[in-house]
């Protein structure tokens, strides 16, 4: 049997085609919902994230400003256009690339950021407000996540969700999105001893660990719902192609739907701060 494929670039093009219908009604009433995005360094990666983020809001009629810093800037020179962009009232969401260099101490940074305009949810105030069961902005990755269980019909209430990886980026929030929806949560990290045990009991699976094909068939619960968060390069000698956390070929014999890399979690990531930006643009109205 193979499984159900989620389709991310179809999804995400049904949401775009919604937001951008949204951000156009505000630019008629004056308002273009605009997006500044920081990048410091020049991680391969970080910048294919950053373009590609900045296409998204110009497709969707919003506005994006780019800042991009030299590998070995000074931290006061970024702390500074954050406190230009918190003040500027064109600006409703603010984003800076991570990893950031070793120099910066990256949670002050996403502290320096107005709360009210960190469209990626990683400001203690927004994960806390998550915690609380009542988010005010939902981290990009595990929001675009919820919304492919949604699309795919999966249900959460009661089922027994595990995720692979404890990053405040994904997996942390993505075990307090799924607690909400009514799973039974267990989250798996480097130490958890036996991690097939907790994968084969999962009804939804995610894996968000950064290992390619770390996840095999034989983990998997047969009809499960399997998202694989991991955009993995293989080595030149491996094809260099994209690879997620998951063997799609094994794990697609196994699971009831299951999402591709690429073309699956990866185009809602981007869609979810679009959905973000447009959200901190409406809310200024008020
Ligand atoms: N690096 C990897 N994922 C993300 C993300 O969702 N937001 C930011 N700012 N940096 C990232």
Request: one cysteine or more; aromatic letters at 4%.
């Amino acid at each position: 049997m193979s499984a159900r494929i989620i389709d991310g670039n179809a999804l995400s093009a049904a949401v775009r085609a919604d937001l951008a219908e949204r951000a156009a009604k505000l630019v008629a009433r004056g308002i273009t919902p605009s997006l500044a995005v920081i990048l410091v360094g020049e991680d391969p990666a970080s910048a294919v994230y950053v373009r590609n983020k900045v296409a998204a809001c110009e497709k969707a009629g919003m506005r994006s400003l780019k800042f991009v810093y030299a590998p070995d800037v000074n931290p006061a020179e970024v702390f500074a256009k954050i406190a230009e962009l918190n003040a500027d009232a064109s600006v409703h969401g603010i984003l800076v690339q991570l990893p950031l260099p070793k120099h910066f101490d990256a949670d002050a940074v996403l502290e320096a950021i107005a709360a009210d305009k960190d469209v990626d949810g990683f400001h203690a105030e927004n994960v806390g407000a998550l915690a609380q069961g009542n988010p005010r902005f939902i981290p990009c990755t595990p929001y675009g996540v919820m919304k492919m269980l949604e699309s795919s019909g999966t249900p959460t209430k009661g089922a027994e969700a595990v995720i692979v990886g404890r990053s405040n980026i994904v997996g942390k929030p993505m075990a307090l999105l799924l607690l909400g929806a009514g799973c039974t949560v267990t989250v798996c990290h480097s130490q958890t001893r036996d991690l097939a045990f907790h994968t084969r009991r999962a009804d939804i699976l995610v894996a968000a660990v950064g290992r390619p094909k770390m996840i095999t068939g034989d983990m998997i619960k047969p009809g499960a719902t399997v998202i694989d968060v991991g955009i993995n390069r293989l080595p030149p000698e491996q094809g260099g192609k994209l690879c997620g956390d998951v063997d799609f070929d094994s794990a697609k014999e196994v699971a009831g739907a299951i999402t591709p890399v690429p073309g699956g979690v990866g185009p809602m990531t981007i869609t979810m701060l679009l959905a973000n930006t447009l959200e901190a643009a409406e809310r200024s109205l008020t």
